[in-house]
């Protein structure tokens, strides 16, 4: 097969979900409204339930709805049968996907689903099947054409219902108010939690370069020397009045013969860029970028706390 059929293919796959994609958008309406609102109103949890590829779109939709606010829990329907059932509260909602709504595990189950929740929602391709003539509301997930060449196997069904349960969740995050800050408590892990939670002094340097406004130039290359981020800071006291990196060291003395009175005053550059212990690493990373440099002091009520490296924030993903 030639490269460009295999793309000829690939781009008729995507424009046929895209279709199928804007004919829900379209069709959009009430449905949708009161399936948003009572999920929302409801007292309990949601509960989704699937076989299946629409349980495998059904376990990313619960995924999707805890992270952003809206307890869920999934529910296999084979698994239902056998037990399972006993996780449905009578405060909750039942969203239950099938494509063709006539599956024999989801019709078995449709009655139990009605009785032990506090509502039904449908999401079906079928209008007329038994899981539409069930649900409390129905919504449309219905296609024209699967993607794929046979035009069996779920493709647009499937995207169509991903993004069907996507767009639930979005609308239920508004309603509820959810936030970046509601965001960060759902996600402690990973370089998603740590750029929305980190701060600063998690990465901190266990070094801390440091001489004195008098110090002379043995002892400014030997705290140089003694951290790996070839730097130091210049304190006059508990206040911080500039900084020597190996650069400005360098170039001092390439153009200084008399060595013996030059002090850390004269070589320090004034004005360090610096940041609050306190505040989100992410925000050390956009002035390390911003400014081109590599290390930002770290200071606490003002005072010189230590230092973090642009290095160490890369290898946490902080970005």
């Known amino acids: 097969m030639e490269n460009a059929h295999i793309l000829q293919i690939a781009r008729e796959a995507l424009q046929t979900e895209i279709s199928e994609l804007e004919k829900l ?54 698994e239902a049968i056998h037990g399972d059932l006993g996780v449905i509260q009578n405060t909750d909602v039942v969203l239950c996907i099938s494509n063709s709504g006539n599956s024999p595990e989801i019709v078995t189950l449709l009655p139990f689903l009605k009785q032990y929740s506090a509502a039904l929602i449908g999401m079906t391709g079928k209008m007329t099947s038994k899981l539409a003539e069930i649900s409390d509301i129905v ?29 639930l969740a979005v609308c239920l995050m508004e309603l509820s108010g959810f936030r970046a800050h509601d965001f960060a408590r759902f996600h402690p892990g990973g370089s998603l939690g740590k750029n929305l939670t980190a701060k600063v002094e998690q990465f901190l340097s266990p ?49 200084e013969n008399d060595l013996s009175t030059v002090t850390a005053r004269d070589i320090m ?20 970028k911003d400014k081109n440099i590599g290390q930002l002091i770290v200071t606490s009520n003002g005072r ?16």
């Open 25 to 78: 958008k379209n069709r959009l309406g009430e449905a949708f409204i009161s399936a948003v609102k009572l999920i929302h109103e409801a007292r309990g949890k949601l509960i989704i339930v699937g076989i299946g590829k629409s349980a495998h779109v059904g376990n990313k939709i619960v995924a999707t709805l805890n992270s952003t606010g809206t307890p869920s829990q999934f529910l296999h329907a084979s």
């Open 139 to 167: 919504l449309d997930t219905s296609v024209d054409k699967e993607a794929c060449p046979i035009k069996l196997a779920p493709t647009s069904s499937t995207t169509v219902q991903m993004a069907l349960g996507d767009a």
């Open 207 to 255: 070094q801390k370069p440091q001489v004195s406004e008098t110090a002379g130039i043995r002892e400014i290359i030997i705290s140089i020397s003694a951290s790996t981020h070839g730097i130091t800071v210049v304190t006059d006291g508990e206040q911080i009045t500039g900084v020597i990196t190996d650069g400005d060291l360098r170039r001092m003395l390439l153009g």
């Open 269 to 288: 550059s004034k004005n360090p860029k610096s940041i609050d212990k306190e505040a989100l690493a992410k925000e050390a990373m956009a002035i390390l």
């Open 304 to 319: 010189y706390h230590g230092i973090i490296d642009i290095h160490r924030l890369l290898d946490e993903g902080i970005n």
